[in-house]
């Protein structure tokens, strides 16, 4: 090979070489100048929850503890007993124990507030109900599956928390004529405080 085709090919090398070189230091300068956001913003340090909720899994209302984990998700328990008297006196109640579990999800919606928490989640309510009207006193036990999807906010430290949740059931028990089985489309808000 001629000492002027070497030199060339050698030169050539070099210019490949210190052109990798540069992009390189170019790509890691810019990379480190980039702000890089978390997949999921950082957990709440508080790291649970006492909220009461209207409507929703619970029927009319529930109270109930949620303890948040480091990964966000949710552990759920809330209990419900009370009755409620209609127009033509009858006494309608329940007594129940909700157990659910969720995740906290941050989404983007048109619109909203980049990364918006939302709650998806599931689990169920076993309990009892009875219906009294005058000698009439029919009581029996109550089992649901409930699901739960939708919006929630709250503080990364103590401070306030709602949710607004659609709360859909399927009920395996009809214990009277106001209980009915199947598919139930339920809905509900809480108010509480993250501790």
Not at 50 to 68: K, M, V
Request: glycine share 14%; aromatic share 10%; hydrophobic share 40%.
């Amino acid at each position: 090979m001629a000492p002027a085709a070497c030199l060339q090919e050698n030169f050539g090398m070099r210019a490949l070489t210190l052109s990798a070189v540069a992009i390189l230091a170019c790509a890691s300068t810019a990379s480190s100048q980039l702000v890089r956001r978390p997949s999921y913003p950082p957990a709440p340090t508080a790291r649970n929850a006492a909220y009461f909720e209207i409507l929703g899994a619970g029927g009319n209302y529930s109270l109930n503890y949620e303890r948040i984990a480091p990964n966000l998700m949710l552990f759920r328990l809330g209990a419900t007993n009370g009755g409620w008297r209609n127009a033509d006196n009858v006494l309608n109640g329940e007594r129940a124990l909700i157990i659910t579990v969720g995740r906290e999800l941050h989404v983007s919606v048109p619109g909203g507030e980049p990364d918006s928490p939302i709650e998806v989640g599931g689990g169920f309510v076993v309990g009892s109900q009875w219906l009294q009207h005058g000698s009439i006193d029919e009581r029996g036990s109550y089992a649901a599956i409930v699901g739960a999807l939708g919006l929630r906010s709250h503080q990364t430290g103590h401070g306030y928390l709602w949710r607004l949740t659609f709360t859909p059931l399927f009920n395996f028990s009809a214990v009277n004529d106001n209980t009915k089985k199947g598919f139930q489309p339920y809905g509900g808000g809480s108010v509480g405080w993250i501790f």
